[in-house]
Every structure is written in structure tokens, then in C-alpha cells.
């Protein structure tokens, strides 16, 4: 299935989404599959010349697809650089490195194993293979355990509600299978829970071991926690809590998930990686630091090769270059060694802001425009006009050409409680920065996830049942 979800800027300046299709492609999901059949869906309506933007999540097939995509539109004259116009999706950078902290280099290997001892519905397979996952295997293991028998959870729960009476949410938080939330969630309640969970896995132990199911008893031994395992257990949730953080702003509203906060981000969480791993470096080499600084350094390894693409497509400085606080002077202020990337940046901004919109022709509202009014946005003097009319064209073209950098120099005018979209939607109407407005306006209404497609695919499946399929 191919989810198609369109973003743009209403006549009105209003940003606006709808779905376009959910195409069910035909044969394998190959990059030259998707591309056709986003073309089709572009032909029927009629968009091909504004297409801008993909957000998709950071699967090969995308960007062949976006290879293919850009071959298109040749006879139409539309400037489709597909390295440029490929952003990639926060919210799946950030899984994948979550999930790389938490379980390591074998982790589709892991999941495909996990899948098949579920199916056969083998409990002890079940139980030995998580514990091979370390610290949150084994607890998984005892919450699985613990949830699977009524007895259990209700033991669990007297326990915890001895502990904290005034606790009334006690029962066990289990993981998402796909989503690391769920890690993250079940792993914040169990510390939260630590003396009833090890009070459950004791009795249980001791409930088995003169019982018939004593490899069941012998698998919960080696799910017991100790103490060092709760110190590594604490660690993870302490370095997740920034990925944390930047998860539920991505799962905020649209206008406050934006482009301009994707560099951020990713910056911050780096040096977050590289600030625990050398605090980890710091203390005496045990089983707990070896741990913690192999996964910390394989979650480094994967966001670090996500952050090299940035440089790839200028919007993202570009959004940041117009944020109306940040501007480029947040790259002057976090990157303050780094002079030649900070060069390296402004010129691919002003590349950016050259070549795609400084020869635009400045919008205007609908309810404005009554009679076509050309605009003249080239720099050269336009001959056989009288010399005062090419005066104010070279004077056009200077306020043009310099609109970008007239905004770095100017203070915020007071706050903008509407947003930063509002704020530039607003000026789109103002004679001296239209253009300036109008590649913002483009930029910030970029989402920074592809999460709206995967809600889609949700929605279908909740509506769309197995036995209605067939």
C-alpha cells in the first residue's frame, strides 16, 4: 500500500492537508512502483507543477522513488533536485536509534525470532530468548509472567498497593511491539514498582521449584533482577528521557513539530549521547559501564549517520536561517568552534534563497489581485525605459537580493503568540519582504514526521477488517 497525504498553503494562507490516495501498488513495493503510482495520483490532480516536499521515513525505496519522481516533470520546467526535496522523518530516525541503545545490531534477526516462538506459543522459548536481550529482556520476561496469570497480577497488585496506598494505577505497563514508547513506559513503572516486581519473581520461584514445571522455575532464576541490573536498568531510562522528550513534541500538534526544529534536535541528542558515554568513560570499567557505553555508542553510530544527510537538503538550515528567533544566529551561538561549517551553512542558504525564490514573483491575496501586475525580479537594467522607471528596478532588485540578510539584522518585533507560520503568513502581505515570506511559509509548513501516512494505514486497518478483505 502506498499512503499519499498532501500539505500546502491555502489562496487564503492557511495550511491545509487532505489525503490524496491509498493506492494498493501492483507487484513488489520498489521505488519505481511507488513513483508511478504517485505520478498518476499527481496527473489526476493536476499538481505536477507544485510539487514540492517528501517527508518519508528512511527506507532505500524512498529515495529511488524520489530518483525517478524527479525524471518526471522535465517538459514542465520545475527545478525537482530529489537530494534536496527528500527530508527525512524524525519520528523514524528516532525509533531506530532508540531501538539500536536498547537491543543492539541484531535487532530485525531478534524480532523475526521473537515473532516465530510467539506463534508456536512456546513459553519457555519465549522466556530464554528475551533473557538473551539483557537487562530489558529479563524484564520484560517478568512482566510477561506476571500478566499472563491472574493470580499473579492480583498478587502484584495487593503488593503494590500495601507499598503505596495511594498509588490506584497498579497494574503493569506492557511494551508496544513496534514503537519504543512502550520500552520506555514499561520500564519507567517497573522502577517505579521494583520491590513488588522482585517480591513476584521470588515467590514464583519458590512456587515452582519443587513443582512439575521446573524449567520454568530454572528460566524465572535467571530472569531475577539483582542490584547491579537495576543500576543498568536505571541508566537506560535516564538516557531515554531526552528521546522522550523529543517524541511527545513530535506527537504534538502540526504547527509546533515543524522543520525548524529537526537540526535542533538532533544536535542536542548527539551531544547527549557523547556527554553520557564519556561520564560512562569516567567510571571504573565493570560489566555496568561496558554495557551502557556499547549501547550508547551503537545508538551514536546510527543518529550521527542520519545528522551527515542534513547536509544534504539546505531546508533544513534554511528553516532555522528564518525562524524569527533562532535565525543564523544559532548556528553562530551551539556551533561555536566550528567556523568553516558555519560558512559552509550560510552558503548553502544563500544558494538555497538564490536559486529557488529571490526570481519569484511575489504572492499576493486573491481578494487583492484584480488586474495581472507583472514584477520585474531580474538584476539587469531592462532597456528602452526611461531612466527614472530604471532606476526603481534596480532599486526592486536590490530590496530583492537583500532581503535575506536585511532580516538577520532585525530584532523580533515582539512576540507572535499565532506561530511562526502565522507570523510569516501575515508578512506575505507586506511589500518589502513578500518574497522572503514566501520561501518561509513554503519551509515551515514542511512537516518534520511522516506520521500522518502510518495514521492512515492505522485508520484503514480499523475499518477494513481481515474477513472484510478477502
Same mark, same amino acid.
Given at each position: 500500500m502506498l499512503g499519499i497525504i498532501a500539505l500546502w498553503i491555502s489562496l487564503s494562507h492557511v495550511l491545509q492537508s487532505t489525503i490524496l490516495g491509498l493506492w494498493r501498488l501492483k507487484g513488489r513495493q520498489t521505488g519505481e512502483n511507488q513513483a508511478e503510482s504517485f505520478w498518476v495520483v499527481a496527473q489526476e490532480y493536476k499538481i505536477e507543477p507544485n510539487i514540492g516536499y517528501f517527508t518519508l521515513n528512511n527506507a532505500g525505496n524512498n529515495d529511488t522513488a524520489m530518483k525517478c519522481i524527479s525524471q518526471k516533470p522535465t517538459e514542465l520546467d520545475i527545478k525537482f533536485v530529489p537530494v534536496q526535496r527528500r527530508l527525512l522523518c524524525h519520528g523514524h530516525i528516532l525509533n531506530l536509534v532508540v531501538k539500536a541503545f536498547l537491543w543492539g545490531e541484531e535487532l530485525e534477526a531478534f524480532e523475526l525470532e521473537a515473532e516465530s516462538v510467539w506463534n508456536q506459543q512456546d513459553e519457555e522459548a519465549e522466556l530464554l530468548l528475551w533473557q538473551r536481550r539483557g537487562q530489558i529482556g529479563k524484564?520484560? +520476561?517478568?512482566?510477561?509472567?506476571?500478566?499472563?496469570? /491472574?493470580?499473579?497480577?492480583? @498478587?502484584?497488585? +495487593? @503488593?503494590?498497593?500495601?507499598?503505596?496506598?495511594?498509588?490506584?494505577?497498579?497494574?503493569?505497563?506492557? &511494551?508496544?511491539?513496534?514503537?519504543?514508547?512502550?520500552?520506555?513506559?514499561?520500564?519507567?513503572?517497573?522502577?517505579?514498582? &521494583?520491590? *513488588?516486581?522482585?517480591?513476584?519473581?521470588? !515467590? *514464583?520461584? &519458590?512456587?515452582n521449584l519443587h513443582g512439575e514445571r521446573d524449567s520454568l522455575r530454572t528460566a524465572l532464576k535467571l530472569d531475577e533482577l539483582h542490584p547491579h541490573d537495576?543500576?543498568?536498568?536505571?541508566?537506560? $531510562?535516564?538516557?531515554?528521557?531526552?528521546?522522550?522528550?523529543?517524541?511527545?513534541?513530535?506527537?504534538?500538534? &502540526?504547527?509546533?513539530?515543524?522543520?525548524?526544529?529537526?537540526?535542533?534536535? $538532533?544536535?542536542?541528542?548527539?551531544?547527549? $549521547?557523547?556527554?553520557?558515554?564519556?561520564?560512562?568513560?569516567?567510571?571504573?570499567?565493570?560489566?555496568?559501564?561496558?554495557?551502557?557505553?556499547? *549501547?550508547?555508542?551503537?545508538?551514536?553510530?546510527?543518529?550521527?549517520?542520519?545528522?551527515?544527510?542534513?547536509?544534504?537538503? /539546505?531546508?533544513?538550515?534554511?528553516?532555522?536561517?528564518?525562524?524569527?528567533?533562532?535565525?543564523?544566529?544559532?548556528?553562530? +551561538?551551539?556551533?561555536?568552534?566550528?567556523?568553516?561549517?558555519?560558512?559552509?551553512?550560510?552558503?548553502?542558504?544563500?544558494?538555497?534563497?538564490?536559486?529557488?525564490?529571490?526570481?519569484?514573483?511575489?504572492?499576493?491575496?486573491?481578494?487583492?489581485?484584480?488586474? /495581472?501586475? /507583472?514584477?520585474? !525580479?531580474?538584476?539587469?537594467?531592462?532597456?528602452?525605459l526611461p531612466n527614472r522607471k530604471s532606476k526603481k528596478h534596480r532599486r526592486q532588485a536590490a530590496d530583492s537580493a537583500d532581503q535575506l540578510e536585511r532580516f538577520q539584522d532585525r530584532d523580533p518585533d515582539g512576540e507572535c503568540p499565532s506561530g511562526v507560520l502565522q507570523y510569516w503568513v501575515e508578512t506575505l502581505d507586506g511589500p518589502r519582504q513578500s518574497l522572503l515570506a514566501l520561501m518561509t511559509v513554503e519551509l515551515m509548513s514542511i512537516p518534520a514526521m511522516s506520521d500522518e501516512p502510518e495514521q492512515l494505514f492505522s485508520s484503514a486497518k480499523l475499518l477494513i477488517g481481515d474477513q472484510q478483505n478477502r
Open positions: 524484564l520484560h +520476561d517478568i512482566i510477561v509472567r506476571i500478566g499472563r496469570s /491472574p493470580q499473579h497480577r492480583h @498478587k502484584f497488585n +495487593d @503488593k503494590v498497593q500495601q507499598l503505596h496506598p495511594e498509588n490506584v494505577a497498579s497494574e503493569l505497563v506492557h &511494551r508496544n511491539e513496534t514503537k519504543w514508547g512502550g520500552d520506555y513506559n514499561e520500564l519507567v513503572h517497573a522502577l517505579q514498582h &521494583r520491590e *513488588a516486581l522482585e517480591e513476584s519473581v521470588s !515467590t *514464583a520461584i &519458590r512456587y537495576w543500576t543498568i536498568l536505571t541508566g537506560i $531510562m535516564r538516557f531515554l528521557q531526552l528521546c522522550r522528550k523529543w517524541q511527545l513534541i513530535r506527537q504534538s500538534p &502540526r504547527s509546533q513539530r515543524a522543520l525548524f526544529d529537526f537540526l535542533p534536535a $538532533m544536535y542536542e541528542l548527539l551531544l547527549h $549521547m557523547e556527554d553520557r558515554q564519556a561520564a560512562y568513560n569516567s567510571l571504573p570499567s565493570d560489566d555496568i559501564t561496558y554495557h551502557m557505553v556499547t *549501547a550508547i555508542n551503537n545508538a551514536w553510530l546510527l543518529l550521527d549517520k542520519y545528522y551527515n544527510k542534513i547536509d544534504e537538503t /539546505p531546508g533544513y538550515y534554511s528553516a532555522i536561517a528564518l525562524h524569527r528567533e533562532m535565525k543564523l544566529q544559532w548556528f553562530r +551561538d551551539e556551533w561555536l568552534d566550528l567556523l568553516t561549517w558555519i560558512a559552509e551553512v550560510e552558503n548553502a542558504i544563500c544558494y538555497y534563497w538564490v536559486s529557488q525564490f529571490q526570481t519569484k514573483v511575489p504572492p499576493v491575496r486573491p481578494s487583492v489581485l484584480s488586474t /495581472p501586475t /507583472p514584477v520585474i !525580479t531580474v538584476t539587469e537594467p531592462v532597456p528602452n
